[in-house]
Nanobody, 124 residues
Framework: QVQLVESGGGLVQAGGSLRLSCAAS????????MGWFRQAPGKEREFVAT????????DYADSVKGRFTISRDNAKKTVYLQMNSLKPEDTAVYYC?????????????????WGQGTQVTVSS
């Protein structure tokens, strides 16, 4: 089993920044790809960003490209999501997830482990 714990969410004004962290514990493996997803009220969970196990493959949703940056520190078993130029439409619960396959994916069904989520609220 792998446990994932997100942190760093909060309330920020439009145009501001937040940095989310996701710490992994348990039966972790640095070969796992990691992803960030989000779910706004009344909407389905959607892909935000993914990073491969060695950090060499990174992919973003079009809605966040150029504003968000995903990174990972395998020594600390932590993945980050730096969010800049935040917009009210970025308001959602943000989840990190681990994919046992190293390349990463945009597909929710590919991810085996999920954190509990952290709330991000962007005011206008």
């Amino acid at each position: 089993q792998v446990q994932l714990v997100e942190s760093g969410g909060g309330l920020v004004q439009a145009g501001g920044s937040l940095r989310l962290s996701c710490a992994a514990s348990g039966r972790t493996s640095i070969t796992y790809a990691m992803g960030w997803f989000r779910q706004a009220p009344g909407k389905e969970r959607e892909f935000v960003a993914t990073i491969s196990s060695n950090g060499g493959i990174i992919d973003y949703a079009d809605s966040v490209k150029g504003r968000f940056t995903i990174s990972r520190d395998n020594a600390k078993k932590t993945v980050y999501l730096q969010m800049n130029s935040l917009k009210p439409e970025d308001t959602a619960v943000y989840y990190c997830a681990a994919d046992r396959y190293p390349a990463g994916s945009r597909e929710i069904r590919h991810y085996d482990y999920w954190g509990q989520g952290t709330q991000v609220t962007v005011s206008s």
